[in-house]
């Protein structure tokens, strides 16, 4: 078979859909140029995905109808090019969702363009409903099959949740399919590049089919798409594999997955768990700062581990210039904060600043002297130090326009150990879904790496050795209020990722007391959570989409 296959695997932009339209068309004379029969692009990539309730709007579906029927009339010229388009098609006759209307009116569908008609639309017929999809809420599911011919190979069209289960696939190749596409916007988390080939070759050997998955790149609010298009012969063998966390329009020669001595000149390796974490959390921050069209971030740089890691993602993201770092020190802060946080700055070259809290400080607690007289302090002065730098971020931002980035941790989020319009107060929540454990993890792993040429050891040794602390009262370490981070995430990862109970959690060891403190603390906070900003999804089990629990809750 010697076609020749090209994958777009872009960056879309949701809701840019003249923009998307016109990416498609360039990815379309790419690969005309490059020999190609056949252009895969990604699920709705017209759209950018995932578009949520704009699918409800009726002016959104007309601009994608707008934009698809544009997109048709350009490739009248590109001669022996089948363009595969993912978009939401609207339903004949089915009227524009509303309050009283129960059925959604479109499908998620992808339409086959070719020299300027459309020969073939397809529509997905495996709705997910889990984690951080919610496709039933938008769209109908498709019956019909689809498979479309080029050059005389017949390729059985897909779209990602299709491509996991059996019947959708199974119908393609009785349909006559030889080979089947996949076009995907399949949301990363760890371990899920591993996981997707896995099943997508087991799907291609249960076909006894070569597979082709051509896959979404960049970030849209809390999830990140790695691309890592690929090809996978019908014994199930990837042989080719384009890099992760890269947009590229690459052409595969079909005959690469009918060599019986495969060639991996194709096959970008996969890289390991701490590089696929730093590079999505570099890609979460970029695309969200572009994409709004933020020109700049700030944060709190306090000489610890957390905001030493987010300033060292920004900087990967978006270049020192667009980085301003604000040291705030209370009277609790520490001498080697201040040497640690400047040290790192001048390492990164980004603009830093100190503002004395101190004064702020006394003059709240001068104004509650009476309400508070005869009481000790406790956390509600240690509150008060973090709601007054969440004030001076804040007001940063507003000045400047710079979005701010706060740097809290799962550990911190899922606990509570975190303070409302304090360290909460901010734009976008980078390390959300980070353990404390790997946050120091993924520290030691930038100092030894420099994944995108960047600076070398960016993060003072001592910031990730020294004991953490929120230095909110005098000798205060988070051991204080909390079990040791090795104890506490290794429950909290029990717990939130993988359901366990609290008797579950116990009878494997651990020790009850802490376990029934942490199980209490996470009930206790989802008020909390539930104002948090928005953040970078990295696991499975997310304080974002995958995490709906009630504030108000009276189980135990």
């Not at 030889?178 to 996981?195: C, M, R, T, W, Y």
């Amino acid at each position: 078979m010697s076609i020749r296959i090209s994958v777009a695997q872009l960056d879309f932009v949701v809701g840019d859909i003249k923009g998307n339209a016109q990416r498609i068309l360039d990815s379309a004379l790419q690969a005309q140029a490059a020999g190609a029969q056949v252009l895969l692009t990604p699920e709705l990539s017209l759209s950018g995905y995932a578009a949520e309730d704009l699918y409800l709007r009726p002016q959104f579906l007309d601009a994608c109808d707008d934009a698809l029927k544009w997109l048709v009339t350009q490739t009248a010229g590109l001669k022996n090019l089948a363009i595969v388009v993912g978009h939401p098609q609207r339903i004949e006759g089915e009227p524009l969702r509303t309050s009283s209307v129960a059925m959604p009116a479109c499908h998620n569908a992808a339409s086959v363009v070719c020299e300027g008609r459309i020969l073939h639309t397809y529509a997905k017929q495996c709705l997910p409903n889990y984690q951080v999809f919610d496709e039933r809420r938008y769209f109908a599911p498709g019956t019909e099959t689809c498979v479309f011919e080029v050059a005389g190979t017949r390729l059985g069209l897909l779209i990602c949740e299709d491509a996991w289960f059996e019947a959708p696939a199974a119908a393609a190749v009785a349909a006559g399919a030889d080979v089947l596409v996949v076009i995907n916007a399949s949301p990363f988390h760890l371990g899920k590049s591993e996981q997707r080939e896995a099943t997508m070759c087991a799907r291609a050997q249960a076909c006894a089919r070569p597979l082709i998955y051509a896959h979404l790149v960049g970030g849209q609010d809390e999830v990140v798409f790695e691309g890592r298009s690929f090809m996978a012969t019908a014994n199930g063998q990837v042989v080719a594999r384009t890099p992760g966390f890269e947009e590229a329009v690459v052409t595969w020669p079909l005959s690469l997955v009918f060599n019986e001595q495969p060639d991996t000149a194709h096959l970008a390796p996969l890289d390991g768990e701490m590089a696929d974490l730093w590079r999505t959390l570099v890609m979460g921050v970029r695309d969200y700062v572009e994409k709004n069209r933020f020109p700049s971030v700030v944060l709190g740089l306090s000489g610890g581990i957390d905001s030493a890691v987010v300033m060292a993602v920004a900087v990967d993201a978006l270049g020192a210039d667009r980085v301003r770092a604000v040291m705030m020190p209370s009277p609790y802060t520490a001498d080697i904060s201040w040497i640690d946080a400047r040290d790192m700055a001048k390492r990164l070259n980004v603009r830093y600043d100190e503002i004395d809290i101190a004064p702020h400080f006394e003059t709240f607690k001068r104004s509650l002297a009476t309400e508070f007289e005869g009481l000790s302090e406790d956390t509600t002065e240690e509150n008060l130090q973090a709601r007054i730098r969440g004030t001076l971020l804040m007001a940063l931002s507003n000045k400047f326009g710079s979005i701010v980035l706060t740097t809290g941790n799962k550990s911190e989020m899922a606990t509570g150990y975190c303070t409302l319009y304090g360290d909460m107060a901010g734009g976008y929540a980078v390390i959300k879904d980070v353990f404390k454990t790997k946050v120091f993890a993924v520290a030691h792993w930038r100092n030894a790496n420099n994944p995108l040429g960047g600076i070398e050891n960016p993060i003072p040794t001592r910031i990730i050795t020294r004991p953490p602390s929120a230095e909110l009262r005098a000798d205060q370490k988070d051991e204080d209020s909390l079990p040791p981070y090795e104890v506490l995430d290794a429950i909290l990862s029990r717990y939130i990722e993988a359901d366990q109970s609290a008797a579950d959690i116990i009878a494997a060891g651990f020790d009850e007391a802490a376990v029934m403190q942490v199980v209490r603390l996470v009930r206790l906070n989802e008020y909390k959570r539930r104002q948090s900003p928005v953040g970078i999804r990295l696991t499975h089990r997310g304080f974002g989409k995958d995490w709906r629990y009630p504030i108000t809750n009276a189980f135990r």
